[in-house]
């Protein structure tokens, strides 16, 4: 979900009681949308309090007693009122306990106060966080910018309007098309963070996502008491280099010298932190399917490419499948969201990257190309003689035809 449709939809579950709880990897922009929410309120003439637990001080107070956050916000007698009361708590996983002071203050002051957090890594990673809360929270997950996003954050409104008439008439020929992909290269190259967007030095932007993995990611796996911090960091390297493939847990254990259940752990830490996503296999009945590995992907661009220390012009590049299919996996989890999004392989090899389901047996189905004349549909015959109602097209970055869709449109 973008961040405009991630406000609105923030907007609207005001007048529910149970807390909204936005999530997402560090410097996505969390802080940026609750402020944005928070203004709204005021425009609203509602009574509003910002916090962040990054303020010590604050932190200690509350993590003494959680009442305690009345201290800095509302006075006792506002809770008489009748009037609602909104409290946005920024990094909420600071806080010793998170999970025990939302369900205090939600079942304690459910009709006096709503209250909106935003929370990464250590919080979320909290195995007791989805039963503790049941009922008393909705989730709001926030990734980088899409690449629409990507355009607007680069000052370059004048392109939406011509990128959306690409998007809508496949036919359709724009007179800015080279510009819109130069900026599409630059996005699959350095992807959506925001602090990197805005940045446009291209030596910068590769030091901000050396930052981003060497202090933002080494804070998660502080956060999660991670031991061998550099066995964590080797598995996350060989991973952006296995973008697309299986994850073989057994495989990983035995290159890093580690246990299984460890790999497993750090894998679990990876997803909860929004760096990586494990998309699983389509579940279907044709005989000797299918695998139960999932395949791995990266839910930002520009991490990805640092970690493979791999930049340059795409056409270049020797992962540049790889990249296309990752950038193909952010579309369609923009498009369909993440619980339709499968993919399709059985025993003997045969391969769909992405299948989307809208039960069963009806779908859609895509297979990623780097350009059209590599797309062989004598290839994927298993896959549409056993699923014949699943609309099947390539996805391509060179189009020579329009039978293929364009990535860069799609």
């Known amino acids: 979900m973008n961040r405009e449709h991630i406000l609105e939809a923030l907007k609207k579950h ?24 928070a203004e709204h309120l005021k425009q609203k003439n509602k009574k509003v309090v910002y916090l962040t637990f990054e303020d010590p001080g604050i932190l200690a107070d509350i993590n003494s007693h959680p009442e305690k956050i009345f201290d800095y916000t509302f006075h006792p007698d506002n809770l008489k009122t009748k009037e609602r009361l909104y409290i946005i708590i920024d990094e909420v996983q600071y806080a010793s306990n998170p999970t025990n002071l939302l369900k205090l203050l939600y079942d304690k002051y459910e009709t006096k106060v709503k209250i909106i957090a935003t929370g990464s890594s250590a919080f979320y990673i909290d195995r007791d966080f989805k039963d503790s809360l049941a009922g008393r929270k909705k989730i709001f997950e926030l990734y980088t910018l899409s690449f629409k996003e990507f355009l607007h954050f680069k000052k370059a409104d004048d392109l ?42 291209m030596t910068y932007k590769k030091e901000l996502l050396a930052e981003l993995v060497n202090s933002y990611m080494k804070k998660d796996v502080l956060e999660a008491n991670v031991r061998e911090d550099l066995k964590f960091f080797n598995l996350v390297k060989i991973l952006s280099h296995q973008t697309g493939d299986l994850v073989n847990q057994n495989e990983l254990s035995n290159t890093l010298k580690t246990a299984v259940g460890t790999i497993d752990n750090y894998l679990y830490l990876l997803r909860k932190c929004f760096h990586i996503h494990l ?16 395949k791995i992907y990266f839910n930002d661009l520009g991490m990805r490419n640092y970690l493979c220390n791999t930049f340059g012009p795409i056409e270049q590049r020797a992962d540049r499948g790889a990249l296309i299919e990752n950038y193909a996996y952010i579309r369609l989890r923009e498009l369909y969201g993440l619980d339709a999004l499968r993919f399709w392989r059985t025993a003997d090899g045969n391969e769909v990257d992405f299948v989307i ?54």
């Open 14 to 37: 005001l007048s529910d009681k149970r807390h909204s709880i936005l999530i997402g990897a560090r410097q996505v922009g969390k802080t940026t949308v609750v402020k944005q929410l």
């Open 279 to 294: 998309l699983p296999p389509k579940s279907g009945n044709i005989r000797k399917e299918l695998t139960k590995m999932p």
């Open 357 to 410: 389901e809208e039960n069963l047996r009806k779908g859609k189905a895509f297979e990623v190309k780097f350009s059209e004349s590599q797309f062989k549909p004598t290839k994927y015959k298993k896959f549409t003689e056993g699923y014949p109602d699943f609309n099947f097209k390539p996805l391509v970055y060179q189009r020579e035809t329009k039978k293929a869709l364009d990535l860069l449109v799609f």
């Open 160 to 201: 939406l309007e011509d990128y959306n008439q690409m998007q809508k008439r496949i036919t359709y020929k724009s007179l800015k098309e080279k510009q819109i992909r130069l900026f599409f290269n630059e996005y699959l190259n350095y992807g959506g963070y925001p602090a990197v967007v805005l940045e446009n030095n």
